[in-house]
């Protein structure tokens, strides 16, 4: 069993930046994939960016380029960080290992 604990959503400007954690409740180093997923009102979650153990990760095409995803498997921790964030990414961020844990999510609102 794995609880997964997000933080670092909140309010912030277009053309601003954060730092999503996900904090993990034991070990990931034995985790082969973590990834973040965001939710709009309604709709479906949808895959952001995913890390593997090996280095590898995968981002979505919405991002060009702005999201990086990053794993400190001492820390237990995933990260994504988000720069020159627009409205349009504002959802609930999501921590997931793949087809077992979700965090609890946290809100990223980008509003002037």
């Known amino acids: 069993q794995v609880r997964l604990v997000e933080s670092g959503g909140g309010l912030v400007q277009p053309g601003g930046s954060l730092r999503l954690s996900c904090a993990a409740s034991r070990d990931i180093s034995d985790i082969y994939a973590m990834a973040w997923f965001r939710q709009f009102p309604g709709q479906e979650r949808e895959l952001v960016a995913a890390t593997a153990n090996d280095g590898g990760t995968k981002y979505s095409d919405f991002e060009k380029g702005r999201f990086t995803i990053s794993r400190d498997n001492a820390k237990n921790t995933v990260y994504l960080q988000m720069n020159s964030l627009k409205p349009e990414d504002t959802a609930v961020y999501y921590c997931?290992?793949?087809?077992?844990?979700w965090g609890q999510g946290t809100q990223v609102t980008v509003s002037s």
């Open positions: 997931h290992v793949p087809d077992i844990y």
